[in-house]
């Protein structure tokens, strides 16, 4: 029987190649992409995903336009990383327009979208959480309706790549992914940035991955030149842990979505957000001493099968 999920992201490099990780497995069925403002502007995102899906001939999929600002608005930017328009500053004159986009709003078709398959889909999210947290918001049974929650986005070390002590998907939106992990009660796992980090692949893996002769291999070393080119200055090079690497952060939640068995180390444990420190403010706090009492229990990824993922990355540009 075919995977149901609606992947939520803020269109970057990595979650393109996430998204084109899920398009590539025939028994994966996408019921919808929503999108959230992170990356860059939520236009931006929505005309990235159209792009992706051009390129995959996925055109079919519903893509819908979802929140343009934090809960409390003052955005981040991770330009720096993934160019101005999110994809590298790599432009497509002959680029879907957001004509293409979905009348419904996200959160309205997420919800809907669960409703109408209970306990069937499970939900991707890549982005900062906010769309997650207005769907708890709007419809308090939804999180219960899920099959399971998968993130890519939180840190276990207080490692920041963009705060001192936040990752980059928590910074952007702390209430939205305090809301998340205190209210979605589904089976819920997480891909932290040390995480990824530790589970990197070989640079050398990445040249023969974007090397196969495809159009979706020439669309992915296009838009990635920029970031690959960004990773070796000094700034990156203090954000990663345990040494420099191909990572593609966002992927490594959609391969436990597309097979379990992706997974074969985690830890169960709970899980909140800080919210007011000056210095800490979104970062992940992991509950050891079982000191908040929280009865739901998360599970944070720490070792996963790299020969799988490496399949599964070769096969998303076929």
């Avoid at 305090?178 to 819920?188: A, D, E, G, M, R």
Wanted: glycine share 8%; with cysteine; net charge negative.
């Amino acid at each position: 029987m075919a995977k149901k999920l609606i992947l939520d992201v803020d269109c970057g490099v990595d979650d393109a190649q996430a998204i084109m990780m899920a398009l590539a497995v025939p028994d994966v069925q996408i019921l919808g992409i929503t999108c959230v403002q992170g990356n860059t502007s939520v236009d931006n995102i929505c005309k990235n995903t159209l792009r992706v899906l051009k390129v995959c001939q996925r055109m079919e999929i519903s893509v819908f336009r979802g929140a343009s600002e934090p809960l409390l608005g003052g955005s981040l930017s991770s330009e720096g990383f993934h160019g101005k328009d999110g994809l590298g500053d790599a432009p497509d004159p002959m680029a879907p327009g957001l004509e293409l986009v979905q009348k419904e709003g996200a959160v309205a078709a997420m919800t809907r979208i669960v409703s109408e398959h209970p306990g069937e889909v499970s939900l991707v999210a890549t982005g900062p959480l906010t769309n997650l947290a207005l769907a708890a918001r709007i419809d308090p049974t939804f999180p219960q309706k899920l099959k399971g929650l998968y993130i890519m986005g939180g840190n276990t070390e207080s490692r920041g790549n963009t705060t001192v002590c936040a990752e980059f998907n928590f910074a952007s939106d702390p209430e939205a992914a305090y809301i998340v992990l205190n209210s979605y009660k589904c089976p819920t796992y997480i891909a932290t940035w040390e995480f990824t980090c530790r589970n990197k692949l070989p640079w050398g893996f990445c040249d023969g991955w974007l090397s196969q002769d495809s159009e979706k291999a020439r669309f992915m070393k296009k838009i990635f030149k920029h970031s690959m080119d960004v990773s070796y200055n000094e700034r990156y090079q203090k954000e990663m842990v345990d040494g420099m690497g191909f990572m593609s952060c966002d992927s490594y939640a959609v391969a436990a979505a597309i097979d379990e068995s992706f997974m074969t180390e985690s830890d169960h444990i709970a899980v909140t957000v800080e919210l007011t420190g000056t210095h800490t403010r979104g970062m992940m706090v992991l509950d050891t001493l079982d000191v908040l009492q929280n009865k739901h229990k998360v599970h944070i990824m720490k070792k996963v099968d790299l020969e799988m993922f490496k399949r599964m990355l070769m096969n998303a540009l076929k």
